[in-house]
């Protein structure tokens, strides 16, 4: 989806959904350009994960959730899309969420967005008002700077395991270390002062590291991962692994003619 400025002042406010800053010196003239541009991207988002988790069949080439005004005064921010009934319904389900402060209907990613949102307004001490329809006297929801958005436990499956890879960075008050699992992928992880100290000592090389994890159930993407134990890895050259491998698992695919088509059907 693409967020477009509309410029367009003749649609009428009830078909405008309407997210309202309040409090003092917040105008959007003292709102930075970046800050804004947070806000329209993080409602952007909220609003499309929303969905594509209710309407998988929609196609989001063809959603567009335009900004269409930002009002004078409180930084008022209204917004219509291209598909309005099934935006202005997310756009409902986000705010009821957050009146009932109850995120379980929302995926992980929307209650992300409105974390950030959130964060604005923690920083600037303001409010953000929620309304379905911009002329509505009353918001259906409220962020306060005192509002905890979280994502819920139901969403996690926490479990141990080991993860394998390069130890790139180990420091920090409450310690981290940063495990490169591969090209493009690092993770970072938790550990207590004496473990950072004795990762610390493997730096730049590659170690097992055994942990309590927590995966999102949504995608099965790993959230957090706390070290409890440094395992054993013994490095060994690809011609070696690869026949140790086929030591292991070779007879059960001797009669096999397309072991690369097995193992792709095996990993779905």
Known sequence: PKFILVDN???SLHELMEIRFVGNDIFPETIRDKELADIISNTEDSLTNIIVKENPNISLDNLIIGLVS???GSAKLRFKSSIQAVTLSAFSLLSTSL???DFTKLPSASINSL???SDFTKKRNCVAEFRTHADSPSPLALITPSTEISIPESYYLEGETILYGRVERVGGVRPKIVLRITDKQTVHCDA???LAKEIGHKLYSWVGLLGKAK???EDYSLD???IEKVTEFHDTSLLKGTAE???MVGRYLKDKSDVIKIVSDLRG
Do not use: C, H, P, V
Request: overall charge neutral.
């Open 115 to 117: 974390k950030n949102i």
């Open 224 to 226: 957090s991962f706390r």
């Open 99 to 101: 009146a009932n402060n």
């Open 215 to 217: 995966w999102n159930t």
């Open 70 to 72: 930002i009002g004078e």
């Open 245 to 247: 491998l086929s030591s």
């Open 9 to 11: 002042y003749m649609n």
């Open 192 to 194: 207590g002062q004496d």
